[in-house]
């Protein structure tokens, strides 16, 4: 079946500090890859998507490239503030597939320090 | 920007009794999912909808019932809650596929729910 794995947090980082949170995936064909942020207290918001290999998803400086070849979508910014302290949930959804029924990772929490 | 909202967000409960959580939506989105969020499990798929009167169970729908009665609401049902449902329940809507934003899920706050 399908699964997605994430680097385990939580993840503590100054102000200003490069980030990296690993995923990988295990799945049949060419699913959808996506990266949602959930800040305390609220529900999961869309943070970026990729639907094809090679693709970048962007948003609000976060960045992700769907790799087939080593089955990844590392999430990455360059400069980290303290209003992204959030947990960050990596998913996919198969082909053809609602991303309603999307398989979600365990979640990475990060915590930014000024 | 609520075009989802659940209710109640907070419920205590005793073990054995009936809970009902709430999620309504005012986008007129097709498709509507009820997931629950427990620690080192993501979220998991409980039941969901994709029409009036039309829902399918999910990968954890045991000791869970659902019912849509209109396209706005969806409703989960515990019919008797045991201290293995205490959880934090997410309901989240999608568009019809080949609709504006298709493939992109709205999220509610969440209902957060005890049982003792």
């Known amino acids: 079946g399908n699964s997605v794995t994430q680097m385990e947090g939580p993840v503590t980082l100054s102000e200003e500090a490069f980030l990296t949170i690993n995923c990988t995936y295990t799945?049949?064909?060419?699913?959808?890859l996506f990266w949602y942020v959930q800040y305390p207290g609220e529900g999961l918001q869309l943070l970026l998507k990729?639907?094809?290999?090679?693709d970048k998803g962007s948003n609000k400086g976060f960045e992700a490239t769907y790799r087939k070849e080593t089955t990844s979508f590392h999430l990455e910014k360059g400069s980290v503030q303290v209003s992204d302290s959030a947990v960050y949930f990596c998913?996919?959804?198969?082909?053809?597939?609602?991303?309603?029924?999307?398989?979600f990772g365990d979640g990475t929490t990060l915590t930014v320090k000024p | 920007d609520a075009g989802i909202t659940q209710s109640p967000r907070h419920k205590v409960t005793e073990t054995g009794t009936p809970v009902t959580l709430r999620c309504h939506q005012t986008?007129?989105?097709?498709?509507m999912y009820w997931y629950r969020q427990d620690p080192g499990h993501g979220l998991r798929l409980i039941h969901y909808?994709?029409?009036?009167?039309?829902?399918d169970k999910g990968e954890v729908s045991d000791g869970y019932s659902v019912s849509r009665s209109k396209t706005e609401d969806f409703l989960l049902t515990l019919e008797s809650a045991t201290s293995s449902q205490t959880s934090v329940y997410f309901c989240?809507?999608?568009?019809?596929?080949?609709?504006?934003?298709?493939?992109?899920?709205?999220f509610g706050a969440g209902s957060r729910l005890t049982v003792l």
């Open positions: 998913a996919l959804s198969p082909h053809n597939t609602n991303a309603g029924k999307s398989t």
């Open positions: 799945a049949t064909g060419y699913p959808s």
């Open positions: 990729a639907t094809k290999a090679d």
């Open positions: 986008e007129n989105h097709r498709y």
């Open positions: 909808s994709y029409g009036v009167k039309d829902t």
């Open positions: 989240a809507i999608e568009p019809g596929t080949g609709s504006s934003g298709a493939n992109v899920l709205t």
